[in-house]
């Protein structure tokens, strides 16, 4: 049973907006696309968030005020370089829930996020993953203690998707209802093309 958090110390969530990778489907890195930085650390911030990491690698770009942004060193090496990279930094920010979210869903608001982090931080397992329909998507939260076994788990471009697998006792999150959080993966001019 999850002990109710005391006065003296609030909970601390903190936001892994992961955006390290090159985008080369997309043509450039999707951190660089115009507006989507802002939108993702506003969802994290408006969703609960204390603090939020911003995790880069393929470009650099200068972090939003009050963001502290890090450099996965490998991100060449796929997703897992950059939760490992944002987990660490979570760790040293004495966080008790990691909401871990992506720069390519800019759909994916601050409702979205609240919906998310209060399911996991009202659970008994402190999971929680959104869901668009049948289909997972982020953000992902995860209490601290589950930390160690998602790092132990991480391998290639497979992000927590690998550990929370492994588990039964995951809220699955249905956030249909306020976003489509679809990836993108293209610039609009190639989706219309397509």
């Known amino acids: 049973m999850r002990l109710p958090q005391s006065k003296g110390s609030p909970r601390r969530n903190v936001g892994v ?9 997309y043509g450039k890195p999707k951190v660089l696309v ?7 650390v506003a969802a994290l911030r ?6 939020v990491v911003l995790v880069l690698g393929a470009a650099q770009v200068a972090p939003p005020p009050g963001v502290t942004a890090i450099t996965a060193l490998r991100w060449q090496h796929g997703l897992s370089v950059s939760v490992r990279a944002g987990l660490a930094e979570a760790e040293g920010m004495q966080a008790d829930y990691a909401v871990l979210h ?7 608001g601050a409702t979205v996020v609240q919906r998310v982090l209060d399911r996991a931080v009202d ?4 999971l929680a993953r959104a869901y668009f329909g049948k289909r997972p998507g982020h953000p992902v939260v995860i209490a601290r203690r ?3 076994g998602v790092l ?6 497979r992000g927590a998707g690998t550990y929370l697998s492994t588990r039964r006792d995951v809220d699955n999150v249905d956030c249909a209802d306020l976003a489509g959080g679809q990836d993108i993966d293209q610039p609009p001019t190639l989706l219309h093309e397509v």
């Open 123 to 126: 659970s008994e397992s402190g």
């Open 34 to 40: 115009d507006g989507w930085l802002d939108t993702a």
């Open 152 to 157: 132990a788990s991480l391998s290639g471009d």
């Open 102 to 108: 992506v720069i390519d869903t800019p759909d994916v």
């Open 146 to 148: 589950h930390w160690p």
């Open 17 to 25: 907006l992961l955006s390290a990778g090159a985008g080369r489907r």
């Open 46 to 51: 408006d969703g609960g968030c204390t603090d």
